[in-house]
Nanobody, 115 residues
Framework: QVQLVESGGGLVQPGGSLRPSCAASGSILIIYDMGWYRQAPGKQRELVAT???????NYADSVKGRFTISRDNAKNTVYLQMNSLKPEDTAVYYCNAQIPIRHYWGQGTQVTVSS
């Protein structure tokens, strides 16, 4: 059984920063791609950023230059450094991991950007 547990969301003012993390646990031999997605109220879930096991990254245009995805393979953990946050970044953020052929999802962490 594999579990993904996110933490590090919260309420922040516009222009602020947050760094949510997501740790995978359970019967894990290898993790391939890991990523972050988000879903705002009334909208579809969308990709935010992904990172391969080798460290190659991909970002949505809306977050390029503001967000940085990283991972610690020894800890089976993925991070999302979010800077210069905007109200439109408000959403539930979900992590995703490919272990090894199945995709797992975390429970989500709320990020709210508001003054």
């Amino acid at each position: 059984q594999v579990q993904l547990v996110e933490s590090g969301g919260g309420l922040v003012q516009p222009g602020g920063s947050l760094r949510p993390s997501c740790a995978a646990s359970g019967s894990i031999l290898i993790i391939y791609d890991m990523g972050w997605y988000r879903q705002a109220p009334g909208k579809q879930r969308e990709l935010v950023a992904t990172i391969t096991s080798g460290g190659s990254t991909n970002y949505a245009d809306s977050v390029k230059g503001r967000f940085t995805i990283s991972r610690d393979n020894a800890k089976n953990t993925v991070y999302l450094q979010m800077n210069s946050l905007k109200p439109e970044d408000t959403a539930v953020y979900y992590c995703n991991a490919q272990i090894p052929i199945r995709h797992y999802w975390g429970q989500g962490t709320q990020v709210t950007v508001s003054s």
